[in-house]
């Protein structure tokens, strides 16, 4: 019950999990942007798209993003969070260091470079809410984060979208 408190603050008023979903989403979309001008302040190069970003089919690269994307990643954050609170690891520690043991495979398109310090604020956020939601519920937790995730996917998949059907 301690964690639930430590996040109180930043959380909507509402018990319903999708206002907390939508909220905590917005939460997401904002770090993230914030990451990226960060990222770009620096003057990293852009990341470059993958061969198969450029040459594979946009509707399988949508559905990868926003049905199993969430799902598997969920699932191996999730993993990630319960194994470490069995070794009995600080909370604190346990959502910065599952947000980003997840987020590191996502640099391997930017030659492992920060890319994943763009992702890596959503899926802290990601392990908060799984820890927040985890005491009402496991699958509802999952739910949450794989939801929460999804949401986050949507719109690099109407990047994904736009670039598929614009006029060449």
């Not at 690269?61 to 049905?67: K, Y």
């Not at 949450?144 to 670039?163: M, Q, R």
Request: with cysteine.
């Amino acid at each position: 019950m301690r964690e639930r408190k430590q996040f109180d603050a930043f959380l909507p008023r509402s018990p319903s999990p999708i206002v907390f979903v939508l909220v905590v989403t917005c939460y997401d979309y904002a770090l993230t942007a914030l990451f990226a001008a960060i990222v770009r302040l620096f003057h990293f190069p852009p990341r470059h798209l993958s061969f198969w970003e450029t040459h594979g089919d946009p509707t399988a690269h949508v559905i990868e993003g926003l049905v199993f994307a969430p799902l598997i990643e969920t699932c191996i954050l999730v993993a990630i969070i319960e194994l470490l609170r069995r070794l009995r690891v600080p909370t604190s520690v346990l959502v910065f260091l599952a947000g980003g043991l997840v987020a590191l495979p996502h640099s391997y398109t930017w030659d492992w470079g920060p890319y994943a310090f763009v992702v890596l604020p959503g899926f802290i956020i990601q392990a908060a809410a799984y820890l927040y939601w985890r005491e009402v519920s496991r699958k509802g937790g999952f739910a949450v984060v794989a939801s929460i995730h999804a949401l986050a996917n949507l719109l690099p998949a109407l990047y994904t979208i736009a670039y598929a059907t614009r006029k060449v």
